[in-house]
């Protein structure tokens, strides 16, 4: 494992010389030919373990792969070989579509953080299902999660259709599935985080789950994927209404609106979502927020802002059950994840 993390410190300006989107396609591209030959893929090792149970699954330690990396479900086994105790592939919608125009991807070094509109680009439901299909992660006892999104051309007020599209596709290859309702580069997409919005799409969520329980013989978890952007009212709207239509977890949070901590700094005026660092006190905030309205209830996944095993242990600290990675990624490389695996051990 030393090698490869070895390695990415030496490819990183390499990659840093290019267009961040550029440079994201070009890693995964990598990693994934180094899975697919056995030389390479034996070069990795297990990290140490640390199970968790989490939604009533059991889960090899407590730091995943965060939805956005793998937009299309195309490199499943080439990242679980990394060390994450789970993988969550996404966002998928419906139909495919190319996302916003380009460049929609960028770096602030200087903050450890990207800015990024991509906007749910994908090649669509029927052609992720059959990439999940094709891998080896659960059989390999692997979890794995499955974010579903809308696309941007359905308006807002039929948005339950596509989440019910995605729901019923993506069921029988999922461990758990995340409804994603906060990405801030889908127009509209975050209003479905209000009162009356939620229970209009929760509540029929919840009933064709049910009805898709009975058709597969199991219940899959389904979680809710949040916004940093909230007040304490928002934050306790949700929590009020989660537990309402039988949601099994939260992901605190998605990218946040808010440009502080970034000020100044090259492309901090781009429009779109803020990850890294000046993520994490926001995702702290919320958590924490979350944890005191709902108790033990609900399983939290906590993400956003962490490049350091310490800042995993303050995600937990705050109330989350276990932590998902996606920015400190690109800038600390696999080294991360076994430094907040054994953070948390």
Same mark, same amino acid.
């Given at each position: 494992m030393s090698f490869l993390f070895n390695s990415y410190a030496l490819v990183r300006p390499a990659l840093f010389s290019l267009d961040a989107e550029t440079a994201h396609e070009l890693t995964l591209r990598s990693l994934q030919k180094s899975y697919d030959c056995r030389l390479t893929r034996g070069l990795l090792h297990d990290q140490p373990g640390q199970p968790v149970r989490l939604m009533g699954l059991d889960v090899r330690n407590p730091v995943g792969l965060a939805a956005g990396l793998d937009k299309n479900g195309a490199h499943i086994d080439a990242l679980g070989n990394l060390g994450f105790g789970f993988i969550e592939v996404g966002t998928v919608t419906p139909k495919p579509q190319p996302g916003n125009p380009k460049p929609r991807m960028y770096r602030l070094p200087r903050a450890q953080a990207l800015i990024n509109r991509l906007g749910f680009n994908n090649r669509g439901l029927a052609t992720f299902i059959e990439n999940v299909k094709g891998s080896q992660w659960r059989a390999q006892g692997g979890i794995l999660g499955l974010n579903i999104g809308k696309n941007a051309n359905t308006p807002i007020a039929h948005a339950v259709d596509d989440y019910l599209l995605g729901l019923e596709g993506v069921y029988p290859h999922a461990d758990y599935v995340t409804v994603n309702i906060s990405s801030p580069?889908?127009?509209?997409?975050?209003?479905?985080?209000?009162?009356?919005?939620?229970?209009?799409?929760?509540?029929?969520?919840?009933?064709?789950?049910?009805?898709?329980?009975?058709?597969?013989?199991?219940?899959?978890?389904?979680?809710?994927?949040?916004?940093?952007?909230?007040? *304490?009212?928002?934050?306790?709207?949700?929590?009020?209404?989660?537990?309402?239509?039988?949601?099994?977890?939260?992901?605190? *949070?998605?990218? *946040?609106?808010?440009?502080?901590?970034?000020?100044?700094?090259?492309?901090?005026?781009?429009?779109?979502?803020? !990850?890294?660092?000046?993520?994490?006190?926001?995702?702290?905030?919320?958590?924490?927020?979350?944890?005191?309205?709902?108790?033990? !209830?609900?399983?939290?996944?906590?993400?956003?802002?962490?490049? *350091?095993?310490?800042?995993?242990?303050?995600?937990?600290?705050?109330?989350?059950?276990?932590?998902?990675?996606?920015?400190?990624?690109?800038?600390?490389?696999?080294?991360?994840?076994?430094?907040?695996?054994?953070?948390?051990?």
């Open positions: 580069n889908t127009r509209d997409l975050r209003s479905l985080q209000g009162q009356d919005e939620l229970a209009g799409l929760l509540g029929p969520l919840q009933e064709k789950r049910k009805a898709l329980a009975d058709q597969h013989g199991r219940l899959v978890p389904l979680v809710v994927k949040i916004a940093p952007d909230l007040s *304490t009212e928002q934050i306790d709207v949700i929590a009020d209404a989660l537990p309402r239509y039988e949601i099994d977890g939260v992901i605190a *949070t998605n990218t *946040t609106l808010s440009r502080d901590g970034v000020q100044g700094l090259p492309h901090a005026h781009e429009a779109g979502g803020l !990850s890294g660092p000046p993520v994490h006190a926001l995702s702290l905030a919320v958590i924490a927020r979350l944890r005191q309205q709902l108790g033990n !209830s609900l399983a939290i996944i906590g993400v956003g802002g962490i490049t *350091t095993g310490q800042q995993a242990q303050e995600k937990i600290a705050a109330g989350a059950d276990v932590v998902q990675l996606y920015t400190g990624l690109i800038y600390r490389g696999p080294a991360l994840i076994d430094e907040c695996v054994r953070a948390l051990s």
